[in-house]
């Protein structure tokens, strides 16, 4: 038996299965996210409830929706049936997720699911089972055959689960605007939560470690202000306080080799007007962006004034542990 071949054949017939998925996305679909945003908007909650497998891929849709700001919870469809349908409220909107649709645990769950006016989005492969007649929304799911060599075993059909529900979640995510900043509330903690979190106040050079000089210092003193601060760069001040440009150690080599008694001229002369800056408070991610589309070593921290009040410097970045 070839392991390789026949691991790339598992993959291949998934990923058939997925481009059918994709195919048959539609009207269903988009009826699905405004139920969604309609029960989120009334500040009611997603409840999503599946068995075995697909009980699996309900957990995941809960937490990827957790995570992204949309109130969701996993409801076990057994214990729901002794005690646990108390988590729902009227406008909440439950999601069921069956590959056969007639999961038995979930069609006795749907008289009491009516009763208290929820709104049913079904997952299913089969869209004439009971879960698909009696539920507001049917998302199909069906796949022509299994990954398993047996045609047996769930492969195919809980990729195609999964997946949908993925889009489910980015798609509600993007329709709500939710974004970077949102994102962070959700994850103090780990390497994604300090990128996120992490302000370019929160890395920048400032009090003496930044440079500070104005158009009319010369270039001795910049230097010394530069040796002072520990920086390769000095940001030049204009009278009024704001940006006027930037004197980098690479500005003084390049006028040094053309003129060796350039000490008393002024860095206004040598300087780089209109230097790349950055806001004090935009994420530290957007640092990297800059850096590496500009070309450049040092940005230029400004603040709502349009003042300057630090910088950033590529060394600098080496000793953040998002980087």
Known sequence: ???????????????????????????SFGRAIETLMDCLTAKRKIV?????????????????????????????????????????DEGDVVVLLSYSGETQELLELLPHLRRIDARL????????????????????VRVEREACPLNLAPTSSTTAMLVLCDALAMVLLEA???????????????SLGRALLTKVSDVMRHGDALALVTPKTTIHEALQKMTKARSGAAVVVQSDGKLAGVFTHGDFVRAFQKDANIADRPVVDYMTAKPISISADKLATEVLALLEHHRVDDLVVLNDQGEPVGMVDTQDLTRVKWV
């Open 176 to 190: 709500r605007g939710f974004d970077t900043d949102d994102f962070a509330k959700f994850h103090p903690s780990g």
């Open 1 to 27: 038996m070839n392991y390789t071949e026949k691991a790339r054949l598992v993959i291949e017939l998934e990923i058939e299965e997925l481009g059918r998925l994709g195919e048959r996305i539609g009207e």
């Open 48 to 88: 999503v409830c599946g068995v075995g497998k697909s009980g699996n891929i309900g957990r995941k849709l809960v937490a990827t929706l957790n995570s992204t700001g949309a109130t969701s919870v996993n409801l076990n469809a057994q214990d729901a049936l002794h005690g646990d349908l108390g988590v729902l």
């Open 121 to 140: 989005i079904a997952i299913t492969g089969n869209t004439e089972s009971a879960l698909a007649k009696n539920s507001d929304v049917v998302l199909d």
